[in-house]
């Protein structure tokens, strides 16, 4: 693999995980200023809002390393997706296509950080990694990177939603 691969490969790991990390600390600041992301979680249809607050704010700050670091690539990209897709269905997905749409968020933005990230982890992370240095075949199969990713993304996604999601239900007209 040459050089410039190894390094577009690591650029875009690392700004996958500058982007969880940051959005990851920005929840931190959050978490200790009180119950407002809770609450605003729990406004979404998600139960136990305070541990949903915890959940969200520490896999985005975990994922970032791993990723940086290139390790267990394709299950990192796969929390990445999976936190996109939640945030895509229990908060974006009505709201429009454009981010940029006022007052509210579309979902452009947290679909393509999932589908890059689920392309991203079948690329693998590039021979400049711990992946490479470990051995880690499955880094290596995009098979395998693919089922890994969209386990993780996927799988993740909808057994959350299914364990801990209830959306508030418009009443019916008539």
Do not use: C
Not at 40 to 61: D, F, I, K, N, P
Not at 75 to 104: E, Q
């Amino acid at each position: 693999m040459s050089n410039v691969l190894n390094f577009a490969l690591l650029l875009a790991r690392v700004w996958i995980a500058t982007v969880m990390f940051v959005h990851g600390w920005k929840h931190v600041k959050a978490l200790r200023s009180g119950p407002g992301m809770a609450n605003w979680l729990e406004s979404l249809g998600l139960r136990y809002g305070g541990l949903q607050a915890q959940l969200l704010t520490w896999s985005e700050v975990a994922v970032a390393p791993v990723l940086v670091l290139g390790l267990l690539t394709p299950a990192a990209y796969g929390v990445v997706i999976s936190l996109m897709l939640v945030a895509y269905a229990t908060n974006h997905r009505d709201k429009g296509f454009f981010v940029t749409a006022r007052p509210t968020e579309g979902w452009e933005y947290v679909m393509t950080l999932a589908v890059l990230s689920l392309s991203l982890a079948v690329l693998g992370p590039g021979e400049w990694s711990l992946d490479d240095a470990l051995d880690v075949s499955v880094a290596f199969r995009p098979d395998q990177a693919l089922l890994l990713a969209a386990v993780v993304g996927i799988g993740g996604t909808l057994g959350y939603l299914a364990a801990f999601w209830r959306p508030r239900r418009e009443p019916s007209a008539g």
